[in-house]
């Protein structure tokens, strides 16, 4: 069965500290690991997609990296508007059917 | 970048009535539109998949008649969610993607039945 799991649960971070999110998954077949961003209340907006192993991703203070088994979503300098659920979502077939882990709440504190 | 729109934002409406949801591609085309549903605190599950003129794939436990989808044309798809009942309360998403793009998600509809 395919399964995406991600850490930690929620993670309360003051501002200026950096960390990191993970996602691991096991699926049959990866056709891509996609990260999200949602905010309370509204639908997840995309910030990033990764194919294969090695593969980095940068936007701002958010850098995405790929394994073989998981991915970490790395936060440098967060500000309180990084606050959000991440959401990462595994690719299972080229129709793009998504499995979704169950997200990592963010808050960080001024 | 892509811009998916759902409408409405939110429902409130009494056990037994039928409840449309619109969800839109603004500029772009898509081949393929997905709901899903979210109670609170928890990630998202996949209802349904569907592709513009043919009929919708559902989930593994989601009642077909009771959540009627259409995909009429490349940019609208439409959850009817029939007889609704109280435990139909819940988050609604839509998503639209299309080729070689990763999906794009709407605002969410919140539907609460009395």
């Known amino acids: 069965e395919d399964q995406v799991t991600q850490s930690p649960e929620a993670l309360r971070l003051q501002e200026g500290e950096s960390s990191s999110l993970n996602c691991s998954y096991t699926?049959?077949?990866?056709?891509?690991l996609f990260w999200y961003r949602q905010d309370p209340g509204k639908g997840p907006e995309f910030l990033f997609t990764?194919?294969?192993a090695g593969e980095e991703k940068e936007k701002e203070r958010l850098k995405a990296t790929l394994t073989k088994k998981e991915s970490f979503l790395h936060i440098t300098a967060p500000k309180p508007e990084d606050s959000a659920t991440y959401l990462c979502?595994?690719?299972?077939?080229?129709?793009?059917?998504?499995?979704f882990g169950p997200g990592t709440r963010l808050s960080v504190l001024p | 970048g892509a811009v998916v729109s759902q409408h409405p934002s939110r429902v409130i409406c009494k056990s037994g009535t039928s409840v449309k949801i619109e969800c839109r591609s603004l500029?772009?085309?898509?081949?393929?539109m997905f709901w899903y549903r979210q109670f609170p605190k928890k990630s998202l599950m996949l209802m349904a998949t569907?592709?513009?003129?043919?009929?919708?794939?559902?989930e593994q436990g989601v009642e077909k008649d009771k959540f009627l989808i259409n995909h009429a044309s490349l940019t609208l798809s439409t959850l009817t969610v029939t007889s609704a009942h109280p435990e139909d309360s819940s988050f609604y998403i839509c998503?639209?993607?299309?080729?070689?793009?990763?999906?794009?998600f709407g605002d969410g509809t919140r539907l609460s039945i009395l």
């Open positions: 500029d772009f085309q898509a081949t393929t």
């Open positions: 979502a595994v690719a299972v077939d080229y129709g793009q059917n998504f499995v």
């Open positions: 990764l194919y294969s």
């Open positions: 569907s592709n513009e003129g043919s009929k919708a794939t559902y």
């Open positions: 699926v049959s077949g990866l056709r891509g």
């Open positions: 998503s639209a993607r299309t080729t070689n793009q990763p999906q794009h």
